[in-house]
């Protein structure tokens, strides 16, 4: 699943690449990777950046002015055509959510009622966020099974804020930046791990860069410790290669 609708258009990032960019957005850091395909199949880091913003910056603009000239040093060697970055964002920036749906499957009425909770989640006015969503058959217990014929969907959803949405999309056509996905922090996190090759516990004390991802899962989503791996130190490079790993797959 790829967020976010923009503008009302679903934000897609479709074709298969050899290489492609990938951030975790905070307030006052971004975490930069890049992934490249190898011969062989899998998926190595060829870039990592942590880049802080300078002590002293107190005002919004300030930070703004750093993150486009900061993105703007990043793509500076890179053709037109290769300079597109999918980002990732925290839970306070990206909020989700599962709406349970029962009968006819209309795709507009479903689409509107998606809206409407993820503004109330955001105690916003449904056009003052972006949100994308994805459909699922509702697994079927023996309650539900008696209770109706069939069984309901299950719609995962996200949203953030368009005016933020907005301004990112802004900041990176400064920067000479595309930004076509953006999406929940903990979503690119579980992309990366599933996907990271050998031992995620080995992984702890290497570098980024000599990690190698599978286009494939490597591991069940239920075989991870993600408490434990939301305190580790790799986490957050996690996070930015995962939002990477999303273009190619």
């Not at 008696?146 to 990176?172: D, F, I, N, T």
């Not at 920067?175 to 929940?184: K, S, T």
């Not at 690119?188 to 290497?206: F, K, M, S, Y």
Request: glycine share 8%.
């Amino acid at each position: 699943m790829q967020w976010i609708r923009q503008m009302g258009a679903r934000m897609a990032w479709r074709q298969q690449r050899a290489s492609a960019w990938g951030a975790l957005l905070g307030q006052q850091q971004i975490l930069v990777a890049a992934l490249s395909v190898q011969q062989t199949g899998g998926v190595r880091v060829v870039v990592f950046e942590h880049l802080h913003a300078p002590a002293g910056l107190v005002h919004l603009h300030e930070r703004d002015a750093w993150l486009v000239q900061s993105l703007t040093a990043l793509g500076a060697h890179l053709p037109k055509r290769l300079r597109t970055m999918a980002i990732a964002v925290s839970a306070d920036r990206c909020r989700q959510g599962v709406l349970a749906w029962e009968g006819e499957t209309d795709m507009r009425r479903l689409q509107a009622e998606v809206q409407l909770e993820a503004a109330a989640a955001w105690d916003v006015a449904p056009d003052a966020i972006g949100f994308d969503f994805r459909v699922q058959q509702a697994q079927a217990t023996q309650e539900t099974t008696e209770a109706s014929p069939g069984v309901g969907l299950q719609v995962e959803w996200a949203a953030c804020l368009r005016e933020e949405l907005l301004q990112w999309k802004g900041h990176a056509r400064s920067a000479g930046w595309r930004l076509p996905v953006v999406e929940a922090e903990l979503q690119a996190a579980q992309r990366a791990i599933v996907c990271l090759r050998g031992d995620t516990q080995a992984h702890w004390a290497q570098s980024p860069q000599d990690w190698q991802f599978g286009r494939l899962a490597q591991r069940d989503l239920a075989a991870v410790d993600w408490q434990q791996l939301q305190s580790a130190p790799m986490w957050k490079p996690m996070v930015a290669c995962g939002a990477a790993l999303g273009a190619l797959q």
